[in-house]
């Protein structure tokens, strides 16, 4: 098991950008795929963006891709996304998870049952 801690969201101007990152411990981070997902208020968890266990391979949904980067830092066991262009539609809870399978990578949407540990979610309110 992994235990994971978000840091980073706050309320932000549209068009603003905000970096989250996630603070990963109890088991070898480097060896798991990682992502973010969001669950904005009414709606089911989204995923936002996923990074396999090297970091050579990165997926987004489309609607942030071109405007999120997801990359992680193995050597601090520290995920990040950075969030640029926010809009309105960005705003959500923001959370990260941790893959159960060692050394996935993946080339389209995971499914959310591919991950077994989740942070607590940090607030990201995009607002004028």
């Known amino acids: 098991q992994v235990q994971l801690v978000e840091s980073g969201g706050g309320l932000v101007q549209p068009g603003g950008s905000l970096r989250l990152s996630c603070a990963a411990s109890?088991?070898?981070?480097?060896?798991?795929?990682m992502a973010w997902f969001r669950q904005a208020p009414g709606k089911e968890r989204e995923f936002v963006a996923v990074i396999s266990w090297g970091g050579g391979t990165t997926y987004y949904v489309n609607s942030v891709r071109g405007r999120f980067t997801i990359s992680r830092d193995n050597a601090n066991n520290t995920v990040y996304l950075q969030m640029n262009s926010l809009k309105p539609e960005d705003t959500a809870v923001y959370y990260c998870?941790?893959?159960?399978?060692?050394?996935?990578?993946?080339?389209?949407?995971?499914?959310?049952?591919?991950?077994?540990?989740w942070g607590q979610g940090t607030q990201v309110t995009v607002s004028s």
């Open positions: 998870a941790a893959d159960k399978t060692l050394h996935r990578q993946y080339y389209s949407i995971p499914p959310t049952g591919n991950f077994g540990s």
């Open positions: 109890g088991r070898t981070f480097s060896s798991y795929a």
